[in-house]
């Protein structure tokens, strides 16, 4: 006895509700007698007849009835499955884990995923806050979907590759004598008191090396190990910094201009992904919407031409 199908179980069901095989056939668009066909199919496969035939009527016997209730649960759980599968192919169901340097990832990141996630209910979101040189033992221990860090990973396991290369801009405080400047070159920085991002900061050499190639000597007023920091003390007018376009989008209040330097010195960010399994759907989608939304701030410090 051969079992029967979806297909014969879907005719069977479409016949119940429907009350006859026209009715059956146009809820499931197909021809009549491919759905007097499906239900013979299925009546050999269960043994028994489901339909008494007179009259050019189908009337279900009381083994139909019994069995319909049982089809119909089926059928509920085939549509959650193809419900299912369609939200998670059009990524809006799911879970995903990012883990970024703590620049991007303690308000950068959130602000950047809020729109995503707010068209995406049924989508769980992780953020790991890390340092850039740890992010590459999470990504190894599969406990982020992918990483975006300030250094390149050679990490078996690991593939890594350019993703945004962020401006870095000149935050000065509202009352600075260049603060209202379309774009400024360092030159013009010459003496001025300077809050320097850390040692430890990945973008500290990239303004070091700018600096020095303009040929800019700066007084080092303080030293931060983070760009939220520096832009709080430069808010209050202790000097200046050299930080990612980004942390504009940290600074929500007043006090501080984030000018475009000329010519941008750049401060790339690297993209981890897993070598042992593709990235899901979903992931990719999160990645793609990321990275607009760093370029569309990067944009933002394009300098006027």
Known sequence: MAR??????EA???????????????????????????????????????FNRGQGRLLPTPEARR?????????????????????????????????AFPALGMRVLPQLLAPFLARRPEVRMTILTQNSPDISQSMLARAADFGISLVPSQAPGIHCRPFVQMRMVCALPASH??????????????????????RDDQSHRVIVEALSHAGVHVESRAEVQMADTACVLVSEGFGFAIVPAMARMSWGSGGIAFVPIQPAPRMMMWLYTSSWEPTSQLAQALIDSVRQGLLQVDDLFQPPS
């Open 4 to 9: 029967p199908n979806i297909r014969q179980i």
């Open 12 to 50: 069977f069901n479409a016949v119940m509700k429907g009350g006859s095989v026209t009715k059956a056939a146009e809820m499931l668009f197909v021809s009549q007698p491919a759905v007097s066909k499906l239900i013979q199919q299925f009546e050999s496969s269960c043994g028994f007849n489901l």
């Open 67 to 99: 069995l319909f209730s049982e089809t119909e649960k089926f059928m509920t759980g085939v549509e959650r499955i193809e419900n299912a599968a369609r939200a998670i192919r059009n990524t809006e169901r799911g879970e995903i884990s990012v883990a």
């Open 177 to 198: 004598r260049l603060a209202g400047l379309a774009s400024i070159d360092l030159a013009r920085l010459e003496g001025e008191p300077m809050i320097v991002l850390g």
